[in-house]
């Protein structure tokens, strides 16, 4: 069934409920002089093309393949429009690997025509924190699918991240492979219902009318918490104890430090918001939210051509209750002027999700783990981990 999957060190579905089988990589690393030096064999009209998202050109070319190529929803009516910003930053972390950008271009003309990225993590999974890629962006043409050429990208980012002293990875996918270590489900909070139900993302409910629906989801002009701000660089160090405790909680989650939080937590403009409570009496910073923007296309509609949305992202509560939080982060994204705001079941996820009027999406979202086996399935609330 799985011609490419089954011949992969990953869970097989034919050991599902095996408890004798341990957790743990489940291949051992070969010595690094033993992995293939050379990149695997592309069809003869394609070569390999290391992408150098620094380069103005390269990244809109990785940008434009994306735009054009890359994930729709089930019905095909939005497509993900990650921003040349936000793929800088999603590829470029503390230690990242520049041959982990991975494109493959036609010969004859150069044109950019798939693309595969790793970038370096720390995973916890258990008691054990792993050295992990975290691959994603793995986009093939719309013309050449089917043509068996993903499987020549994955096995070509193994070889890379092999090459790095590197043997396991986690990875999430909208189709079902072997095997999810997870299986989670998006919600949606609507900030403009006007416009998402215009553009069919969502659909006026059973005895609706269109004010009541705005009514319904209005929310209040600022935020409710004394002392909620922007996270700033000074509040790295405390920003990192509060996630690094909260994140030990969960089975499997990314391993922080400082240069971590630093690099995908501090602000950036338009692709990753966080906002702390800092208590106005004792200026201890007891709370922190974040989330990050990945607009959508919007692919056949008159008026409309942009969705913007923001994704939760990494959110810790010690005093102000979750709840209030998070409504309070809707509140900044509606300022910010976002069209929706989209949450995995994921973490604590599950206990504001109702309360704050999100409605569950239609599609899953896998997680899965490279040469590691877990000895159970995990709840979505045992995840500790997005990826983007
Ligand atoms: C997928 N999303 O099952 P079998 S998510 C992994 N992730 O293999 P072909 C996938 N594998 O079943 P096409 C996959 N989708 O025969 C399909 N596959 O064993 C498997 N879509 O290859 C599939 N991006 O080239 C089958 O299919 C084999 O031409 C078929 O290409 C697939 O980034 C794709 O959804 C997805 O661009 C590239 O459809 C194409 O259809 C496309 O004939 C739109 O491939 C965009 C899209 C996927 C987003 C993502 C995570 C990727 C993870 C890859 C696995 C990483 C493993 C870890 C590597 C490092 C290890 C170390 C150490
Ligand atoms: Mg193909």
């Known amino acids: 069934r799985h011609r490419f999957w089954e011949t992969q060190p990953v869970g097989q579905f034919k050991d599902l409920g095996d408890a004798s089988l341990p957790e743990g990589p489940i291949e051992q690393p070969i010595t690094l002089s033993e992995v293939r030096p050379d990149p695997y064999t592309l069809p ?3 070569e390999w093309s290391t992408c150098d998202v620094d380069n103005d050109a390269t990244a809109a070319e990785v940008y434009t393949l994306l735009a054009n190529n890359y994930v729709e929803d089930d019905d095909n009516m939005f497509r993900f429009n990650y921003s040349k910003e936000f793929l800088r930053w999603t590829l470029r972390p503390p230690g990242y690997f520049k041959a982990w950008h991975i494109g493959v271009r036609v010969k004859a003309n150069k044109k950019l025509v798939a ?8 995973i916890r999974a258990g008691n054990e924190v792993v050295r992990m890629a975290e691959v994603n962006f793995l986009c093939v043409h719309k013309k050449l699918r089917s043509k068996r050429l993903a499987p020549v990208l994955i096995k070509e980012v193994t070889r890379r991240v092999h090459r790095e002293d590197m043997w396991q990875a986690a990875y999430t996918a909208g189709v079902v492979l072997p095997t999810p270590i997870a299986t989670c489900q998006y919600w949606h909070r609507s900030l403009n219902p006007k416009k998402l139900i215009d553009v069919g993302f969502s659909r006026l409910g059973a005895r609706m009318t269109m004010s009541r629906t705005i009514r319904l989801y209005k929310l209040p002009p600022l935020p409710a918490t004394p002392g909620f701000r922007n996270m700033e660089f000074r509040d790295v160090p405390a920003v990192t104890a509060l996630l690094r405790d909260y994140l030990s909680r969960f089975v499997v989650a990314p391993d922080l430090d ?17 906002f702390l409570v800092e208590s106005p009496d004792s200026h201890e910073i007891t709370d922190f939210c974040s989330f990050y923007t990945l607009p959508s296309l919007i692919l056949n509609n008159a008026t409309y051509s942009n969705l913007k949305a923001a994704y939760s992202f990494y959110n810790v509560a010690t005093k102000t209750p979750l709840l ?6 809707l509140i900044v994204a509606k300022q910010k002027d976002y069209d929706v705001f989209n949450a ?6 599950e206990s504001f999700l109702k309360d704050l009027k999100f409605g569950p ?8 783990l490279y040469n590691y086996r877990l000895k159970h399935a995990l709840k979505p609330s045992e995840l500790g981990l997005v990826l983007l």
């Open 44 to 46: 003869a009209l394609y």
């Open 115 to 122: 693309f595969i990225t790793g970038v370096p993590a720390r």
């Open 258 to 274: 400082e240069k971590d939080v630093e690099h995908w937590l501090l602000p950036r403009e338009d692709v990753v918001d966080s």
């Open 324 to 329: 209030q939080l998070m409504n309070d982060a």
């Open 344 to 349: 995995l079941d994921v973490m604590e996820n």
């Open 361 to 368: 999406g239609d599609g899953m979202l896998h997680y899965y």
